[in-house]
């Protein structure tokens, strides 16, 4: 009769001197741009900002001459339905948009930054630029061109 064993384990063979392997591994792409997208969360504070991230990104998509379909806008942000009308309360109770009906289509919302949120956007936008400054701050000029080129490429549609 064959005793049955299982394949053989090889002892760990690294000396002790050497650093382990995790020690030195590094993260993928995107851990790193999750980590990196923490960091802005913690920075860009709404008393940074002077609204939250989360406005200022909805903002960012919005024109004041043209407005964007309110479905268009949940799924270039990836928000739910629900999600996106919370979002779009606040910044419409704000003054910062507003919501009118398609004319074109009497089903359909489309979305457009008012001239104050044009304006409070400016202003957070001057202020994401100090929160740009910390969070990059170990790369140098080149190097931020290099990467905001290469994340527009990334999400490019």
């Given amino acids: 009769m064959a005793l049955l064993t299982s394949p053989s384990v090889e002892a ?3 000396p002790a001197d050497e650093p382990a392997l995790a020690s030195t ?3 993928g792409a995107l851990v790193l741009l999750t980590r990196l997208s923490r960091q802005v969360y913690r920075i860009a504070t709404e008393d940074v900002l002077g609204m939250g991230l989360k406005q200022f990104v909805l903002l960012n998509q919005l024109h004041e001459d043209v407005g964007v379909p309110q479905q268009q806008l949940a799924e270039h942000l ?3 339905a629900n999600i996106l009308v919370l979002l779009l309360n606040g910044v419409e109770s704000a003054g910062w948009a507003e919501r009118r009906r398609d004319p074109a289509d009497r089903r359909r919302h489309l979305v ?3 001239p104050a949120g044009t304006a409070a956007l ?3 936008e001057q202020a994401m630029d100090s929160v740009e400054d910390r969070v990059l701050d170990n790369l140098s ?3 931020r061109a290099v990467l905001l080129g ?3 490429r990334a999400l490019a549609d």
């Fill in 12 to 14: 760990d063979t690294t």
């Fill in 150 to 152: 290469l994340l527009a």
């Fill in 141 to 143: 000029a080149e190097e």
């Fill in 78 to 80: 990836c928000l739910g």
């Fill in 122 to 124: 400016t202003r957070a």
């Fill in 25 to 27: 591994h590094v993260p």
């Fill in 112 to 114: 457009h930054r008012t």
